[in-house]
């Protein structure tokens, strides 16, 4: 699949919260009995190229055992509040960590841990996960700097506009919508603007929270990208469904063309307060206007988007053309003869074999403006 180009323009850039070198501490295992509600999850990120396996103590007990340079691992769950880390070359004692010091989760759900740096010079950073919902048929992504001798960068579209403003070491860009689907990314040195690392095939799929961690290092020509992705919630837009179905509202047989969804308008609501809500669609079926009208079809809306069975509106295709050419049908809701709605049908400019339907159908829902301050 090609990449995609989209500017995001003065991302704003956030320091992620490096964990000092601190001396390491003994201290008891955390907690195991605590409830869901009161546990953050953790997942670790080796970024640390020349480090080999690696071992992660929490408060003291060993968590991870032999984690490998771009592997993520599954999550920890720890309970909200401080806690000791130490990043430990695997087989090793506690005692000769490459980093260690104080992993705070207090107010946090879900998290990465991303080792980060050389084995001389090696650090941790904490970087908060966005839970949010995602709106439907978006992704939701950012990119974590970490190559450890890289300057500067800028992660940008290949062939195409930045992704942000520059990061430097431990710095993460703001997590960032996109229409899903498979992109490849160009990290640029910030001041040669030369490519240092090319990340093709990125898959950001509808839901999905896309953490992008540079890592390694140009030195050695270590420098990777981890791509680690996890399941979100998808934000869908209460809407009915409109179809074109061959015969007529009081028989209908086979969907022959689906017209997507019809639902209210999603900007600001503006005007006379209390008016009745008009939910809208249009879609461009590839049926010529023809066919449409030479045999019974009709426009059936459905009660929604996931449930095409129950018809709630429906409107025979059939009346007088208008004198531009076009065809206004009335929906009416099931059992009555009034009017609910109207559909606009009409061949399209670009492709006389298809028909562009427009739909506008009342709700039993109204709008209210938002107040508007009077003049003083």
């Known amino acids: 699949m090609h990449s995609k180009r989209y500017g995001i323009a003065g991302v704003a850039i956030s320091v992620m919260a490096l964990i000092s070198i601190l001396t390491t501490f003994e201290v008891g295992l955390a907690r195991q009995d605590s409830s869901s509600d009161e546990l953050a999850r953790v ?98 992504f950012r990119v974590i700097g970490g190559i450890a001798d890289a300057e500067s960068v800028v992660p940008a579209f290949v062939g195409g506009d930045a992704i942000s403003e520059p990061l430097s070491f431990g710095d993460a860009s703001e997590y960032a919508a996109i229409d899903a689907g498979t992109y490849d990314l160009d990290i640029l040195d910030a ?19 896309t953490d992008i961690f540079l890592v390694g290092s140009l030195t050695d020509g270590t420098q990777q990208a981890v791509v680690a992705a996890i399941a979100g919630d998808i934000a869908r837009v209460p809407g009915s469904r409109a179809q074109i179905v061959a015969g007529s509202c009081k028989s209908p047989e086979t969907e022959l063309a689906d017209l997507g969804l019809v639902r209210v308008g999603q900007g600001d609501a503006v005007g006379v307060a209390s008016t009745a809500a008009v939910a809208q669609g249009y879609a461009v079926a590839a049926i010529p206007f023809g066919t449409l009208i030479q045999a019974p079809h009709a426009i059936a809306i459905t009660a929604d988007e996931t449930d095409n069975s ?59 403006p938002a107040a508007t301050p009077a003049a003083a």
Do not use: M
Not at 201 to 208: F, R, Y
């Open 191 to 209: 001041a040669s603007g030369g490519s240092l690392l090319t990340v093709s095939q990125v898959p950001l799929a509808e839901g999905t929270i």
């Open 43 to 140: 997942r670790v990120v080796h970024g640390i190229a020349d480090a080999g396996a690696l071992d992660i103590y929490i408060d003291g007990g060993i968590a991870l055992i032999g984690i490998q340079f771009q592997e993520t691992s599954g999550d920890l769950a720890l309970p909200r509040s401080d806690h000791q880390f130490a990043v430990v070359p695997t087989g090793e004692s506690i005692d000769n960590a490459i980093v260690a010091g104080n992993l705070s989760l207090q107010n946090r759900d879900l998290a990465y841990a991303a080792l980060l740096g050389t084995s001389a010079n090696a650090s941790v950073g904490l970087f908060a996960v966005d839970e949010r919902p995602i709106e439907e048929g978006q992704a939701r």
């Open 310 to 368: 129950r018809i709630v509106a429906c409107g025979n295709i059939g009346g007088r053309l208008t004198d531009a050419g076009a065809l206004v049908i009335s929906l009416q809701a099931n059992g009555t003869t009034v009017a609910d709605g109207i559909a606009v049908l009409a061949p399209t400019l670009e492709n006389p074999d298809a028909t562009g339907v427009s739909i506008f159908l009342i709700t039993e829902t109204t709008v209210e």
